[in-house]
């Protein structure tokens, strides 16, 4: 029972906060998106190597969003990781169209696993198998935010969101996905390894190109 009060109490907590950052941001000057920091991510990460995956026009409108990355880094090994970044502005919420949930079942995939795992240091992601025709893959996602905090969804996104916007001025964000392959001769502990250690290497640097926000001086 105390269980509950306390579920019911964070519920009405949030709501208030809600309402009052619906209110800040609706009296708060537009910002305007200068994304285009993001195409400087480098190429060459450590010993990986990457190179532009040009995005279909109909995948680009669907996501919307206020820039896109999308890449494959090759390590020395031969492995592959496939990275997304989807970003969206303050005056968007920071908040994807469309998510893995949907995307991937859209396009063919069956997911076949699906759980939220800490990737390293204290981050978490989401984690999920994905299978299409015989060929399997690793993802990890998450929903980053211009302070370098990740977060998988739920109230804890919300959050983030919301005291970004109240108390930094802005709550820009981005979706941040990262998958490869799981061969024959490869199972999925190794693959997760190859995933949290790009990841280690990339989120810094995601962070230190993140998009620049100023008040739109015509408002």
């Given at each position: ?6 579920t019911?109490?964070?519920?009405a907590?949030?709501?208030l906060v ?7 941001i ?5 910002l305007?998106v200068?994304a285009t920091?993001?195409a400087s991510i480098p190429f ?5 190597r990457?190179q532009e995956i040009?995005m279909?026009?109909d995948?680009?409108?669907m ?6 990355v999308q890449?494959?880094y090759?390590?020395?090994?031969g ?11 303050t005056?968007r919420?920071?908040h994807?169209?469309?998510t893995p949930w949907?995307c991937y079942?859209?396009?063919g995939?069956?997911i ?14 989401n ?6 025709d015989?060929?399997?893959?690793l993802?990890h996602f998450?929903?980053?935010?211009f302070?370098a ?8 996104r919300?959050y983030e969101?919301?005291s970004?916007?109240l108390f930094?001025?802005r709550a ?7 998958s490869t392959?799981?061969s024959?001769?490869d199972?999925?502990e ?6 949290i250690?790009f990841?280690?290497?990339v989120?810094p640097?995601?962070h ?5 926000e100023?008040?739109d001086?015509a408002s």
């Amino acid at each position: 029972m105390n269980s509950e009060r306390w579920t019911s109490i964070g519920v009405a907590a949030m709501l208030l906060v809600v309402g009052v950052a619906s209110w800040t941001i609706h009296l708060g000057a537009p910002l305007v998106v200068d994304a285009t920091s993001l195409a400087s991510i480098p190429f060459e990460i450590q010993q990986w190597r990457g190179q532009e995956i040009p995005m279909q026009s109909d995948v680009e409108t669907m996501l919307d969003a206020d820039y896109n990355v999308q890449r494959s880094y090759i390590h020395k090994t031969g492995f592959v990781v496939w990275l997304y970044v989807g970003y969206y502005g303050t005056e968007r919420g920071g908040h994807p169209e469309h998510t893995p949930w949907e995307c991937y079942p859209s396009s063919g995939w069956d997911i076949q696993f699906r759980n939220v795992i800490e990737a390293y240091e204290g981050r978490s992601a989401n984690e999920i198998i994905v299978e299409k025709d015989g060929s399997r893959r690793l993802v990890h996602f998450w929903y980053q935010s211009f302070r370098a905090n990740q977060a998988v969804g739920g109230l804890d996104r919300i959050y983030e969101r919301l005291s970004s916007r109240l108390f930094e001025g802005r709550a820009d964000g981005s979706l941040v996905r990262l998958s490869t392959a799981i061969s024959r001769d490869d199972d999925v502990e190794f693959a997760r390894a190859r995933l949290i250690s790009f990841a280690r290497e990339v989120v810094p640097l995601l962070h230190e190109h993140w998009p620049e926000e100023f008040v739109d001086s015509a408002s």
